[in-house]
């Protein structure tokens, strides 16, 4: 059994996510979410897909890139 990195439940089932080098322990997606899954600059909710980088910034979506900063998103389109 492993402990979660971010809840500390010692779990059976607990899951490993090799990410740029680093090894990270989760019990659940969840908790795998929240400690990488990163936050829009505009919204702040968590970006489970892939999201719109603008001047390094990550946004959820074209909208809220286009919401924070209308000059440096204008061309960028959500799909439809």
Same mark, same amino acid.
């Given at each position: 059994?492993? %402990?979660? @990195?971010?809840?500390?439940?010692? &779990? %059976?089932?607990? /899951? @490993?996510?090799? %990410?740029?080098?680093?090894?990270? $322990? /989760?019990?659940? /997606? @969840?908790?795998? *979410? $929240?400690?990488? =899954?990163? *936050?829009? !600059? #505009?919204? @702040? +909710?968590? *970006?489970?897909? #892939?999201?719109? !980088?603008?001047?390094?910034?990550? &946004? +959820?979506?074209? #909208?809220?890139?286009?919401? =924070?900063?209308?000059?440096? %998103? !204008? =061309?960028?389109?959500? #799909?439809?």
């Amino acid at each position: 059994m492993a %402990a979660c @990195e971010v809840c500390g439940n010692d &779990y %059976a089932m607990s /899951f @490993e996510v090799h %990410a740029q080098g680093a090894v990270h $322990t /989760f019990d659940s /997606f @969840e908790c795998a *979410i $929240t400690r990488m =899954a990163p *936050i829009c !600059e #505009h919204c @702040e +909710c968590r *970006i489970l897909g #892939h999201g719109v !980088e603008v001047d390094r910034r990550w &946004y +959820c979506s074209a #909208h809220c890139a286009r919401s =924070a900063d209308p000059r440096r %998103a !204008e =061309a960028l389109v959500d #799909h439809v």
